[in-house]
Nanobody, 118 residues
Framework: QVQLVESGGGLVQAGGSLRLSCAAS????????MGWYRQAPGKQRGMVAT???????NYADSVKGRFTISRDNAKNTVYLQMNSLKPEDTGVYYC????????????WGQGTQVTVSS
């Protein structure tokens, strides 16, 4: 059973920083793209940042220059360093990974709440 377990959310003031982590566990052969998605209240879930196994990253325009995604392939873990946080960054952050166990499939974490106060 493949699982993605997130940590690192919380409450922070505008201008502050948080670091999210997401570790994949269970039995699988490979991980391709890993990423973070955000769902704000009343809005659809949207991509924040993704990173390939070769460390090529992609960011939503709203977070470019403030957020940095990275991964440790040896630990099957992806990170999201969030700096200069704004109230509009508030939402539930979900980790996603494309993982091959018996086939390629999308897996999601349970979500971690990030709240930025003004």
């Amino acid at each position: 059973q493949v699982q993605l377990v997130e940590s690192g959310g919380g409450l922070v003031q505008a201008g502050g920083s948080l670091r999210l982590s997401c570790a994949a566990s269970g039995s699988f052969f490979a991980i391709n793209v890993m990423g973070w998605y955000r769902q704000a209240p009343g809005k659809q879930r949207g991509m924040v940042a993704t990173i390939t196994s070769g460390a090529m990253s992609n960011y939503a325009d709203s977070v470019k220059g403030r957020f940095t995604i990275s991964r440790d392939n040896a630990k099957n873990t992806v990170y999201l360093q969030m700096n200069s946080l704004k109230p509009e960054d508030t939402g539930v952050y979900y980790c996603n990974a494309k993982i091959f166990d018996s086939r390629w499939a999308d897996y999601w974490g349970q979500g971690t709440q990030v709240t930025v106060s003004s």
